[in-house]
């Protein structure tokens, strides 16, 4: 089994049905996403984070923490700003306080992105064998925050519908990545 | 100085300011000036910063301040380096600094006498960095602080002044983040 940094950096070993990175950018922008608040994870470093930060329909905001993100995005909703938090999973478990209090208690629109470095391509993210893995799905069921597990290019229509549902209902909403995004067909 | 003292001094020279305030500043600010585009509703402890820059950024025709706390700043040092990076020309950030966890007991805060809050944020590559422990020097200055390009930051050294009333269940309540963002959408470019 190749390791998620070997995968990250060629489309060789991932399956051909795999999520495009390029669908995924379609959609976010087609939400209305124009803030794109990122941590480095290699899970999407080269298929989105690279894109996203020299893309001018995007702007782009660099944070030291995973938990700024939540603050930002909190700020920007104020605002009527759409934004994304795109993270990996050992981010979200570091920021747990502030999406519970911030995202949940607070009521408020923030949608994180976060890829599942060390997730399987053939197990579920609750049957991974990472420790990480496996526990957020039940604490996102536990705190009542919504997620879309994304893998397959029929998965990547889910982003724009989950987008819109979080600022209609002013609701917290995160997108699993549960493999690495095809950078091409 | 006393930090209500501080307060009041800025809210003389408030105009249509967003002012972000955590916790014990919220408290004051709740106190000497009740106003619709006051935030209070951080929620996590240290994330005032982060509000106030997302705020700055999606609103750049407002200016943004943030009274932040020195124990709330120390669990999110890192936002200087943020913000020093995205550079929002309309951010204000102060920090009380009292050297403890008053909302938690008091506590002195780690490195208390040692860490300069304002010599973390020059080093975190906020240009307009300045320090206060007398009150007529922060209220000489204040105006023109309001008026200066940002990112500024300004330490506040301060004590405990008059007790304000606490009142969580202001700060968390779905009213004040609703009447907030009324009240930022009716305001006119500045």
């Known amino acids: 089994m190749p390791s998620w940094a070997e995968l990250s950096i060629s489309n060789a070993q991932t399956p051909a049905d795999t999520i495009m990175a390029a669908s995924i950018i379609t959609e976010i922008k087609a939400a209305g996403v124009e803030y794109v608040i990122t941590l480095p994870d290699i899970v999407t470093s080269k298929s989105l984070l690279t894109p996203i930060a020299t893309d001018r329909d995007f702007r782009h905001i660099k944070v030291c923490k995973e938990d700024e993100g939540v603050g930002i995005c909190a700020g920007l909703s104020f605002c009527d700003k759409r934004a994304l938090l795109l993270i990996q999973h050992t981010g979200l478990l570091d920021s747990i306080n502030a999406i519970k209090t911030v995202a949940v208690e607070y009521s408020l629109p923030i949608c994180i992105m976060v890829g599942l470095l060390g997730k399987e391509i053939d197990r579920t993210p609750n049957n991974s064998e990472n420790c990480g893995v496996r526990i957020v799905e039940p604490i996102l069921d536990a705190m009542g925050v919504k997620y879309h597990l994304l893998e397959t290019e029929s998965d990547a229509p889910l982003i724009g519908l989950a987008i819109h549902e979080a600022y209609r209902s002013s609701m917290p909403m995160t997108m699993l990545l549960g493999r690495p995004p095809r950078i091409s067909p | ?190």
């Open chain 2, 1 to 190: 100085m006393r930090r209500d003292h501080c307060i009041a001094a800025l809210t003389r020279h408030r105009t249509d300011q967003i002012v972000v305030a955590a916790y014990n500043a919220a408290f004051d600010l709740m106190r000497i000036q009740p106003h619709p585009l006051n935030y209070l509703s951080v929620g996590a402890m240290g994330l005032a910063s982060s509000h106030a820059l997302g705020l700055a950024m999606g609103r750049p025709d407002k200016q943004v301040i943030v009274l932040d706390g020195d124990g709330s700043l120390l669990m999110n040092l890192g936002s200087l380096v943020t913000i020093a990076e995205a550079a929002p020309r309309n951010l204000i950030h102060f920090v009380c600094e009292n050297g403890t966890y008053e909302a938690n007991g008091g506590h002195p805060i780690p490195g208390h006498g040692k860490i300069s809050f304002a010599g973390a944020a020059k080093a975190a590559g906020i240009e307009r960095v300045y320090e206060y422990s007398e009150l007529a020097n922060f209220e000489s200055d204040i105006g023109g602080l309001l008026r200066a390009k940002g990112p500024v930051f300004a330490t506040l050294k301060v004590e405990p002044g008059e007790p304000s009333p606490v009142d969580w269940d202001y700060i968390h309540g779905p009213d004040t983040r609703v009447n907030f963002k009324a009240a930022l959408r009716q305001a006119s470019s500045s």
